[in-house]
């Protein structure tokens, strides 16, 4: 079962990747929502995969062995921070919409213009 | 005591709730975000002076004991890293009062600064690898907001680019975290460091202390992965920058330099010359950017890289005096790089443009001004009587040292070229935005005329800024000491492995 | 190269409470000058006798640093030139920039230099020696951009100060060196050491480096032609700096590390070598100029080159005449320069084809122009003319190459009676004048200084033995760190270096005669010379930033999609390289067997995710991402955490209800978003990798069998301890509260911004055009 999790976890990564390379941010968007359940994923499955109760102490069955609830702690903390973050990306995609009017990342080069021929010699030192 | 570290803590998050609960009242919010800066700073040296003393402060808040509880640990370096940025905390908080548009302030813009020193802090000091995480996210989503509070055009665009790549690294992060916990079943560093050091040759470790060398490579800017850095820096307010510039990638050092010693000691020692090429690289690709840069901000951006590159170059050495040596140019550049930005700041009031060519005339209108980016220029530079002089002497000295070896060597030629063509950029910009007369037509005002006023608070960063960093030019020996023991103390995990769990390590080191 | 741009007051309200404020300062710098110079005086006697004064105050002991300071004969003869030339500048600075704004700025620059120039003959600490080395470095860079206004002295200005400062990086690496192979900071313990063995190649580094420093600062070959630029400082800066102290710097340093290295081969033959070809070369480029100021900048360069041949012997007789050459250098050089700077005041130029027969309207500074010219050629009885004796003497008595120098220094001597002659005979004497200004005499604060050098030549030419004997006796005696008898006298009787005197005149006369062919000889050899080493200076800059921004170009793309890229290609190196050295890849552990109703939900969300990235349908990809985040929970829950599903299940609904909302307000997506097929495949590739890499490190940590202690210690403490039946809530809320506070405020912070960020669209539609300057 691991090993098709992991399977899981790599086909996640890499449709995350191929996401971000595409030049949509729409599609970074949507990479983004992925590749936070990959990292979930892998602490979870980190942590150790038991089809085991839920990590609940019951004092009828003090024998009870419980699905490790550490991973499942960090997972949820994960989560709610992921979603903070994606939420916010998300107002930006669409703030990025309305100001450039393009989701193509490679057409938006306001804060890094191409350079111009004449970088350096713009300077007014002589030059030889 | 032990109390301290929480309230170093709390502080800067406290404020950030005051200030988004406080009217929007310009002048109110400013307050009230400089108040809470002085506050931290007290308390930061009051802290720093009870570890120096007494050692290592190390709280487990709700009262679990390490590694069962998240543990807050004030070490040497902990504490005289916050200590730095609280105090680059007071200069930009007071800088941001006049620099800060009515409508960036309404938004929260100083509560949102409060929320970044909050990660910082919180970074700095936690001694759990999940709670790093978390502290990271919240510097991230301050900086977020900073990065993207009033966009224009060329902003937006900056912020787009940092926070997608940040986000990557973030995510990158938590992978990692999560193969960590797999691998070692614990969260708590001290704790990490003994379950580690007990395995021998584990290829896994290799593998998970890859990932977080990405990851945090990213945040600290190294070479290849960097390029956010000179993409987003330029286009925020100059506060922002000089906060950014200050505090962000030095996070990134730090996590690097703590998780690296503590956790993947064996790792890092065996990557030790993967480490220094990548330093050199960085500071190489620093240098370029400089040189090939004709836009000042831009140019300042990548000065920010050169001083990520010095900081690795100790760190790849190893060494305690490499380390120590590091560790001082670690706060000797955030004053340094805080102090630039605040002087392009202050000069696009009187003739600096944004690119070179078009500015001028500035030593001529405030020659006060001049006189401080002479002297940070030089401190940058290594360039004696200043901090960073010290700064260098300590690496070269580090790379003589008897136990440097090839890499000592290549430390030295690495500092002398990027030492000597980073002079360059950083005299360009003297001569050409300062000495140059002005092509915009600046002019001394005339008789009668009002001359243009510096506001007092602006005034007052800057000065804090270079006057801290000139009483570390004229006696070192005090930053050095608590360089040289805040190295000591990342050099010999033991000792901290002791002070959080109480116990004598068993394995190795 | 114009004329310093002097005494053009501006009319403002500060000028005059600067103007005064500028005299005085000018009055304070001559006489503390003055009062260190009278200390030194009496210090000579002390000091001839063989007895170092010492002085040394702990400074920064984490680096080893004290404030170390030791007057022996060398030092003092560097205090008492800096202090005595000092006290001069500063009465003719105040008089050569009367009425200037600017005077004050200049003055307190110059002290600046005075104190850092002391600081470097005194210090004993080789740190604190390298610190005011620095400084004097930093302080000439300031000069020499004083006229900061013109490009020329700007450039020239970076110029000086990267090549001294490149140098000093170096000579700072190599004090250390030498420090660490003597076991010693301090200077006088390693000339106290004796000769120190090169074999070791710290110590032969240290030599090299510190070599470095001392010819970059002293303007040697190759690095020499900072120095006439440097010219554009004003002119009483360059007389001060440029030709009397700051450039001899490296003449100190080489003098004063001469016991340590002075023994070796290769010591005696770099700088008999370095200094032969500087003195000839900076000769024959003297001879062709045309501004007289820059006609003395290449004097000043033959002349470090001839001291730092004659500081390649430890000959006792070579190192009296550099001691000697250094004094006699000094008093007439400067004196020169102050002449030159009267004459540019008096007339406007410089350039020697627009003056001529200026002593009638200068008859002072002609005066003083006659002395310090006639003691530049080394006629007797000028002071002068001992210097050139003893050169003579000395390199005749120098044991290999004798014949080598002599001629060297005889070339060199010949061309410097050819510059006097066109100096004085050119300028004050025939020949037409035709100035912009109408020739006056300077005022006397301007006459007085160089009077009082050319006088001083004068005397101490004919009262040598009496005014200088026990300085140069004291001087040569610490260079040489051991006592040395030496004797000065103006008539030697009739000898060889008499002879060669003799000669040195003729040959001088003949260059003099024939100047016009001469020069046209000099300037078709200088046309035949590829480039100019201050060309190659602006061609070496200019390839350093066509380097840098071609490096840059290529790597700062400014496109995001390419930084995203190079992050992932660098995931996949670090990390496939690491996984590289894995050996065991079964798994180490028991495994949870295959349940069919995972296996269906991992299938489902693999689809999900495939169809996400081919999508070219929003609503279609937010719904398979949906089914991805539920597929998730389903996970979660199956594997007994049921917290974790539900908070999936919830966050990931909204997720899909936010995106669904903001997409509609997006654009459609675009059918191929990666350009071509090219990029299609490495896109595809790197992804792969990339899922390779994660997927494998999660593999291989997920099957290894780790001690969940904590956990283990969660479980049990949970209800007894934290009162709290819910083991994962207990861990959020008590175990790691802190988390939770963080994860608080991550949210909350996120909420604030996205208001922050829409408020701004809600407030100002015309965002688009506003805020771009900000």
Known sequence: MTALLCLLIAVLTATSVWLMLSRSLVRFLFALVLVSNVANLVIFVGGGLEPLAPALVDTAQPDLVMANPLPQALVLTAIVIGFGLVAFMLVLALSSWKVFRTVDIDQMRFAEPEPDEATTSQLEEPRA | MSWLPVACLLTPLLTAVAVFGSPRNRKLRGLLSIGGAVVLLLLAIWQLMRVSSAGALVVQPGGWKAPFGITLVADNLAAMLVLATAAIAVAITSFALHDIDEFRAEAGFDGFVHVVLTGVVGAFLTGDVFNLYVWFEVMLIGSFALMTLGAGKRQLDGAVKYIALNLVSTVLMLTAIGLLHGLAGTLNLADLHQVMAARENDSLALVVGALFLVAFGIKAAIFPVFSWLPASYHTVPITVSALFAALMTKVGIYALLRIGTLVFGMELASAASLMMALAVLTLLMGVAGALAETSLRRLAAWQVMISVGFLLLGVALGTP???????????????????????????????????????????????????????????????????????????????????????????????????????????RIWNEAFCKPSPAGFAPAAPGQVPIHTPSASIFALVSLVGVSALIGIWPTLLHSLAEAAAVGISTPAEYVQVVLGIKPEAGS | MATDNVAQASHNPESKSSRTLGALLAWCMAIACAAVFAWGLTLIGTIAAGDALKVSVPWVPAFNVEFAFHIDGLALLFLLLVTGIGTLIGVYTGAYFRGDARLPRLILMLMAFTAAMLGVVLADDVVLLFIFWELTTVTSFLLVGFDREKASARRAALQALWITAAGGLLLLIGLLLLADVTDTRLLSEIIAAGTVDIGNPQAAWALALVLCGAFTKSAQMPFHFWLPGAMSAPTPVSAFLHSATMVKAGIYLLARVQPAFGEHDVWFYTLTCVGAVTAVWASMMALRQQDAKLMLAWTTVMALGILTLFLGSNERIAVLAAMTFLVVHAFYKCAMFLVIGNVDHGTGTRQLDRLGGLFKALPVTGTVALAAGFSMAGFPPFLGFIGKELKYEGALAIAEEPLLIAMAALAANAMMVAVALTLVRGVFFGGQVNSPRQPHEAPMGMWFPPLVLAVGGLVAGIFPEHLLGGLVQAATSGVLAKETEVKLALWHGVNLPLMMSVLTVILGVLLHVNRVRVHGLLDRLVATLPFTLDMGWDRFLHALDRVAAAVVKRIQTGRLGHYLMVTFVTVVVAGGAALATTQTWSAQSQQAALTPVVVTIVLLMMYAALVTAVSESRMLSIGALGLVGAGAALVYFWYGAIDVAITQLLVETLFVVLIAAVLSKLPRLSGDDHTNRRTRIWHGALAMCTGAVIGLATWLVATRSTDHAVARFYESASLPEAYGANVVNVILVDFRALDTLGEVAVVVTAALAVVAVLSRFNQKRDVENAGEGA
């Open chain 2, 321 to 427: 005096a490499g380390l120590a040596a590091a560790l001082f140019y670690f706060v000797h550049g955030m004053l340094a790089k805080a102090a630039l930005l605040l002087i392009i700041g202050l000069g696009e009031r009187v003739g600096m443009a944004e690119r070179l060519a078009e500015s001028g005339g500035v030593a001529q209108l405030k020659p006060w001004l001049a006189a401080a980016y002479l002297f940070t220029a030089l401190s940058l530079a290594g360039i004696p009587p200043t901090a960073g002089f010290w700064a260098k002497l300590a690496f070269v000295e580090a790379g003589l040292g008897a136990d440097a070896g090839t890499a000592g060597t290549v430390l030295i030629v690495a500092l002398v070229v990027a030492s000597l063509l980073g002079l360059l950029p950083l005299m």
